[in-house]
Each structure stands twice: as C-alpha cells, then as structure tokens.
C-alpha cells in the first residue's frame, strides 16, 4: 500500500507567499453548502453513556442512523492528554521543511508524512499534508516516522492512543447494545490487536480557498473515528441530502463519525458519513483523526446478527487485510468504495 509522492503544500505556500494556486488543486465547488444553525448537529454526552441513560443510548442509536456523526461532550480523555497531543501536532508542522522530509513516506507503506490516495499523475491534489502514523497494535508502530525532534511527539502520541482508544472501545460496547448485538461480537471482530492510526491534518490557508478543498469528499473506512480540531479555524462539512453541513466543533469535543466498516457490519442501519475539509483564506488549520478497525485477520461483512431474519446482507465479505489494500488504492471519491462492497 502506497500513495504517489506530492509537493508539501505548506512549503510551496511559503515559497510563493500563496499568489499562485496550480491548476492540479482547483476543484469544481457547486454543491449547497447549509447556513449556520440550520440543522444541529447531534451532541452526545459520554458520561451520560456510561451511566448507562436510555435516553442518550437512543440519542446515539439515532445520530449512527441519521447522520453517521456526532459531537462527544464529557468524555473522560484528560485535558493535558488533549493538549499535548495537540501541541506536539502543531510542533511538528512548524519544523522546518527539511526536518519534516526526514519523515517523508517510502514506497510500499502509508506511515510518515506526505499524502494518501493519490494514485495517478493526473489526479487533483487536496491542499494539505498529511503525517500519517500506525498506532495500534504496538507493534505496527514504525517508530523511524515518529518525529524524534520534539522531545515529548511520542509520549503524548501513545497516551492519545490509549485514552481515544478506550473511548472508542466504550462507544461499540453501547453501539452493539443499541444493536441488541452481544458486546462481544464487535470485540471478537477487533480482538487484541485491533487496528488504529492517527493522522495529523495541516490545511494551509489558501487565497484561493473556494477553489481549492483540504480534503476530499469521502467516508472514513473505519468503525468509528475521532477527530480533533487543534485550532479555532473551521473547515470540516457534512454532506446531508445534498447539502453540505458546517461543523462548529464544542469545546473539548471529539467529532465522532461512523465509519464504512460499521456500516457494512450492520448491513447498512449505521450510516458513514460522508464528510470533507475546506481550507481558510488566511489561516491554517490543523485536526487530528484517529481511526479504529477491526483486527487485519478479521472478515469484514455484515454481521450474521445483523442479517438474521429482516434483511439480505447488502454487502459482501471479504478479508480485511484486502479490503485495506482496496480502499487505499483509489482515490477517495464520496462513498464510491462502499458502493463497490455491495454484492453484485
Ligand atoms: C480525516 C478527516 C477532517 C478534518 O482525517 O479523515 O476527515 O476536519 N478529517 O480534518
Ligand atoms: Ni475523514
């Protein structure tokens, strides 16, 4: 698994103070786009959930279905986890281009710092860089890409692992319950060695910010993501009946989106959201997503519960490893590769 080489968007803004936008990152911007406060966007209150409220179980049955995203209030990740976490991101865009290049991504991996999914020359480019990072099981971690310039990157990496780890595993438990699936299943699905990565997001600013997008239209691949905003610019959207939604994220709060994975698991009750980043006209913007999977020995399909007696599975099964190798070999286009998971 790979992703083409690109130029650093951050360096080609400093070179040319950001005049000139090349023709490869101009895209077609025509969709709606919501006005503030048109619809709120679900909140769910993580102690609430762990007090085991039915109300705020049925909050989060629903936001799965309706939306495939919600903000998560109250959870219990320590704000110095949080803060360091987000300081250390911060600090590794701000070293200097040459020191960043020596976490620049090889060929045949994913880890390091750079892009995904590009797959051919004349794709369009999104207007960020990437430092993308396997973070568990532990031993996936490739330390050679864990910036050791910033003496505190990869003790504050590792406690930000833990900690949004076991929130995520906490919210499958309540998803499954919410499913009426034994808590177990999931579990089983990502075992002792369940997957997850982290990846930092730097969006430059743009003069040209409506004619550039930070980040694709896509769906996560994952169960469930969590994503942080690291400073006070905005820039993630929702896509909902055809119209994009801007997210103000709380403060202290984790975007949390269903990913293709739990979609697929539960035979399309749960919804992945389809989601995108734009980019500001004078700031930067920096997020940090962190996505959980299953196991890479699990089989990912509809689970049997799921399909039992209502339904058809709607989707296929396969390996994970494969279908990890399917969806970062194209380009992120909407839901396009969930689409291609749905039996023939
Ligand atoms: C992602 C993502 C959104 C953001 O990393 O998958 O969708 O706000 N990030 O940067
Ligand atoms: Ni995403």
Redesign the pocket.
Known sequence: MESLPVPSVQSMVAAEGGAHVPPRYIRPRDEAVATDGETEIPVIDFQRLQLGHDEEMARLDRACQDWGFFQLINHSVPEDVVDGMKANARGFFELPAETKKQFAQERGQLDGYGQLFVVSEDQKLDWADILFLNTLPVQNRNFRFWPNQLAKFRSALDKYSAAVKSIVDFLLVTVANNLGVDPEVIANKCGTDGIQAV?M?YYPPCVQADKVIG?SP?S?SDLL?L?L?VNEVD??QIKRNETWFPVRPLEGAFIVNVGDILQIFTNGRYKSAE?R?VVDMKKERL?I?AFHSPSVHAVIGPLKEMVAHEHEAVYRSIGHDEFMKLFFSSKLEGKSFLDRMKKL
Do not use: E, I, K, Y
């Open positions: 990846r997001n980040f896509h996560d993501t994503v905003q820039g993630l989601h980043a997020s997503a």
